[in-house]
T-cell receptor, first 118, second 119 residues
Framework: GAVVSQHPSWVICKSGTSVKIECRSL??????MFWYRQFPKQSLMLMAT?????????EQGVEKDKFLINHASLTLSTLTVTSAHPEDSSFYIC??????????????FGQGTRLTVV | AQKITQTQPGMFVQEKEAVTLDCTYD???????LFWYKQPSSGEMIFLIY??????QNATEGRYSLNFQKARKSANLVISASQLGDSAMYFC????????????????FGKGTHLIIQP
């Protein structure tokens, strides 16, 4: 079945540094991937839509210069949190759809990345 | 804009009992999809069940079934014969395709229901 792998699963970084999170579709090609953020005991909020070969589409209120998204290939999207601050500490999770597969309606999620900025 | 409402922040259920988790949605679009995901404490999102707006029959996946009442805009999840391993957060979500006017084709999630199964 379709698998989405996310790395790292957790990261601790110092305030002011940048962190890169990778999202890979392992057995299918994903022209579109999605990045979500989840604060403790809250729901998932869509941050941006990552489009292969073009610019990402950001949701209202999400700073595109702070959350850099690159989707350079059909199987890899990266989210870079630049100049991270403690308020960026959160659970980041990506998803993708295998639009050409038998389960084309399902959104497959990565394992998530727990970011802690100290 | 789409909106998902889950009115049960938490539920305690006895093992082996059936559970109904409530979900109502709001959209003006005719074409949309409804999803339920389970999120254990590890954080991963586990897909449970999907219902398309044009599907005439309620979706079923093993112990999970979706009680889809289109006129009421509700999509309740029913778990039959609950098990201890069912304890987790449960999220209802909706997607409106971009061709139907959806903004991003991503999912809009409800706030979730924390289900605890007691032995």
């Amino acid at each position: 079945g379709a698998v989405v792998s996310q790395h790292p699963s957790w990261v601790i970084c110092k305030s002011g540094t940048s962190v890169k999170i990778e999202c890979r579709s392992l057995d299918f090609q994903a022209t579109t991937m999605f990045w979500y953020r989840q604060f403790p005991k809250q729901s998932l909020m869509l941050m941006a839509t990552s489009n292969e070969g073009s610019k990402a589409t950001y949701e209202q209120g999400v700073e595109k210069d702070k959350f850099l998204i690159n989707h350079a290939s059909l199987t890899l999207s990266t989210l870079t949190v630049t100049s991270a601050h403690p308020e960026d500490s959160s659970f980041y999770i990506c998803s993708a759809r295998d639009v050409f597969g038998p389960r084309d309606t399902e959104a497959f999620f990565g394992q998530g990345t727990r970011l802690t900025v100290v | 804009a789409q909106k998902i409402t889950q009115t049960q922040p938490g539920m305690f259920v006895q093992e082996k009992e059936a559970v109904t988790l409530d979900c109502t949605y709001d959209t003006s679009d005719q074409s949309y999809g409804l999803f339920w995901y389970k999120q254990p404490s590890s954080g991963e999102m586990i897909f449970l069940i999907y219902q398309g707006s044009y599907d005439e029959q309620n979706a079923t996946e093993g112990r999970y079934s979706l009680n889809f009442q289109k006129a009421r805009k509700s999509a309740n999840l029913v778990i039959s014969a609950s098990q201890l391993g069912d304890s987790a957060m449960y999220f209802c979500a909706m997607r409106v395709p971009m061709y139907s006017g959806g903004g991003a084709d991503g999912l809009t999630f409800g706030k979730g229901t924390h289900l605890i199964i007691q032995p």
